[in-house]
């Protein structure tokens, strides 16, 4: 549901698993090593500490989602120093904590961002770039979907067509099939910001 939001956030987080550092990116692994990983989160939803699914065909959506991504914020003017980037919500999303049992969350300020190396879609990225009825997810087509915006557009954004207000659900079941927008999604394209969190210096909350 988009609603209008006065002051629009001027932060944005990013919500892991307490036992797990931040900005872990499946995209910078190997085959060998991605497989395991994947296998390991299946059994952290099966226990029932996430509720994120990993089907078979996750990755390949997510790095076709990605390399348009980089594609349109290039061209948009971004100047990316990652081929995928590390993913927040802007303000907070209680439908996104959710996603995780006792999460943990990292908060940066927009401000401390270089504008050219962050970006954000309305709603997740891979709603918006399209690609989802490849995989035989239909998705109702709104103007904002396939657009790659700039941080400097966030309030022509917000004014013209709200932003999601997604509220924690009783039940996540089925919700990769859903068509509801939930967040919206920032892409940071840098590790400079986060160093501190990269080479493990500074906790998130709940760590």
């Given at each position: 549901m988009m609603t209008p939001v006065t002051p629009i956030p001027d932060f944005i987080t990013h919500y892991h698993l307490p036992d797990r550092r931040p900005f872990l990116n499946l995209s910078e692994l190997d085959d060998e090593s991605l497989a395991e990983t994947i296998a390991e989160l299946r059994i952290v939803g099966t226990a029932?500490?996430?509720?994120?699914?990993?089907?078979p065909r996750y990755m390949s959506l997510r790095k076709r989602t990605e390399e348009?991504?980089?594609?349109?914020?290039?061209?948009?003017?971004?100047r990316p120093q990652r081929r995928a980037p590390h993913y927040f919500?802007?303000?907070?999303?209680?439908?996104?904590?959710?996603?995780?049992q006792d999460a943990a969350a990292v908060r940066l300020r927009l401000d401390d961002i270089p504008t050219e190396q962050i970006s954000f879609t309305l709603p997740d990225s891979v709603a918006a770039m399209g690609l989802l009825p490849e995989y035989g997810?239909?998705?109702?087509?709104?103007?904002?979907?396939?657009?790659?915006?700039?941080?400097?557009e966030l309030t022509d954004v917000?004014?013209?067509?709200?932003?999601?207000?997604?509220?924690?659900?009783?039940s996540y079941q089925g919700y990769e099939f859903e068509d509801v927008?939930?967040?919206?999604?920032?892409?940071?394209?840098?590790?400079?910001p986060l160093e501190p969190y990269l080479h493990g210096r500074c906790g998130g909350e709940g760590s």
């Open positions: 029932g500490r996430s509720e994120r699914r990993f089907g348009l991504l980089h594609h349109r914020f290039v061209q948009g003017g971004g919500v802007l303000g907070e999303s209680a439908w996104f904590r959710g996603l995780y997810i239909e998705v109702t087509p709104r103007p904002y979907h396939g657009t790659v915006f700039r941080i400097e917000a004014e013209r067509y709200g932003l999601p207000g997604g509220a924690r659900p009783a927008e939930h967040f919206l999604e920032v892409q940071v394209w840098s590790d400079e």
